[in-house]
């Protein structure tokens, strides 16, 4: 695994795109910053003293106690602001009431349900999250302590993570399409001490068993001594007495100005499990001070956020977008969030669109999954509809190819709003490089520039920089205030995934290359991992859950392109028992949904009477990707133990 798998050519179809976009001068003009001489100097201030540039950020923050020293970077290991004390919770609500904004709409939420809304101002929802926290601190939940939490996306999700910062408790969400044992590995692994769940939540008009799946899991999570459980949907669920307490009764006669704990700069805010290249989820272990300053700093830069914003991030609170997108960076900075509970085609494809012209989002941010479903959807959902309130658009998840910028430059932004393609990952804990809507010139496909702070490099296996134009691997050089600090109970992970192939910098796992004018262009994966639909899944997870199945003799998973998803998932078995055909195909389908999620279920499944392997025994992924993807096989064959399997494989494709 040496060697970067997709090479520079790979990208031969963007490396012609050619055209550019500056930002609007309307939009430049009334910009946090306007000009491309502005972000040069903020850039070159933080390249030079970033103990005084990120310093003189942390000034505006909540702290009880103040940090000794900005900056202690013994690499692997960082700690910003060290010694100091606050609560990120009140850096999300305090200070706003205390400034005077208690009654600004911190929150807009839509149920998918048709007619379902709520709303809530700063101080309703300090309220509910002081109701919360003091309710959790009742049962016994102490700071340090980790609570995952299983919910659907509704403002209870959000309260629940900020109760958990409000306490100093550790929070690990799971998101909502994970099975009961994806929740039952990850309450293990973190050692979690309560779940917080409702009775279920709605998706596409039905009702998912959030409760059972819960109930499932606790079976095999024994560490897990408490459940509180929101009614959403109604729907009968069972409650263990001493265990499982109402979340309405959970915070019945609390208190609605519970103190916030005052935690250390570096005491662990959450833990966000994410695929990685081994089959074990990894605990990504985001800290307090720097996270949350990180997570603010960049979505005031990045999505120029005015006092009048309504910002509408599309991610669900179980991914890191909607940790630092939806939760922490818009509400450390006083915005106006939207959120949405469903499905964008429930019960029409239309919803978005709706849901822009009733709300007046000013601000949009999604996937590009996302966008290619709605340009495959067709215009006629648009038609008609009001998106005026629109004034810039964002990516996340995956590169967006030209075709689907264009569409949402167009249609969704009536040729007027910038586009953000942002790039960062769970592990970096807030944007790393974007565009700067009021003055960064756009291409369609590229991610731009770095934001101040961040000091990134493309390098070859033996960590020298490539020459510009080249493909390699990307490293970030120096640390930044919202960077992992660890994989959760697993040390020798954390320095072998990110530190020990380039020693000494930070490798994100990704290929890159730099245009000629310095533009960074994301080029995959350098791993065995997958992009389905924006998510990050680890082939190895697939194919655990695979060879499980007592059918399954071995497995291989592959991503191959997929027009809407990015990536599909394609699977090569072969079997021991059972007959290949349609059935088992439905039956291995079945499993795998159960034992990681939907949104691991294969795509195609391909039954093999072998796969091809090296001479050593390794899969040779490379070849399997080309046969699911249907393309001839080009590279080195050499290796292969067994020319025929090849053969039969294509064979059965046919
Ligand atoms: C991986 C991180 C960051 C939140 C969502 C995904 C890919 C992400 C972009 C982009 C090209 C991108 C990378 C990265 N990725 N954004 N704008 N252009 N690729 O978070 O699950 O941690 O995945 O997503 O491959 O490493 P994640």
Redesign the pocket.
Known sequence: MSEPHKPAGTLASVMHEERMFPPPRDFSSRARIGSLEEYGRLYDAARKDPEAFWGERAAALPWTTPYERVLDWQPPHVRWFVGGRLNVSAACLDRHLAAGKGEKTALVWVGEPLGERRTLTYRELHAEVCRVAAGLRRLGIRPGEVVSIYMPMTPELVIAMLACARIGAVHSVIFGGFSSEAIADRNHDARAVAVITADGGWRRGAQLPLKKNVDVALEKSPTVKHVVVLRRTGQPVDMKPGRDVWWHDLVDGMPADTPPEAMDSEAPLFILY??GSTGKPKG?QHTSAGYVLWAQTTAEWVFDLRDDDLFWCT?DCG???GH?YVTYGPLAAGASILIYEGAPNAPHEGRFWQIVEEERPTIFYT??TAIRSFMKWGPEHLRGRDLSSLRLLG??????NPEAWMWYHETIGGGRCPIV????????GG?M??PLPGCTPTKPGS?TLPLPGVVPEIVDAHGKPVPRGEGGWLVMTRPWPGMLRGVWGDEERFVDTYWSKVPGKYL???NARQDGDGYYW?M??IDD?L?VA???LSTIEIESALVSHPTVAEAAAVGRPHEVKGEAVAVFVTLRGGEPGPALEETLRKHVRQQIGALAVPDDIHFAAALPKTRSGKIMRRLLRDIAAGRETVGDTTTLEDYTVLANLRGNDE
């Open positions: 994410t695929s990504i991610a991914w890191i977008t630092s996937a590009p990516t996340v998840g995956e590169g967006i393609d942002t790039w960062w990952q769970t592990e970096t944007i490089m974007s991610c994100a796992g990704d994301i995959g994966r991992v992009n924006g998510h990050r």
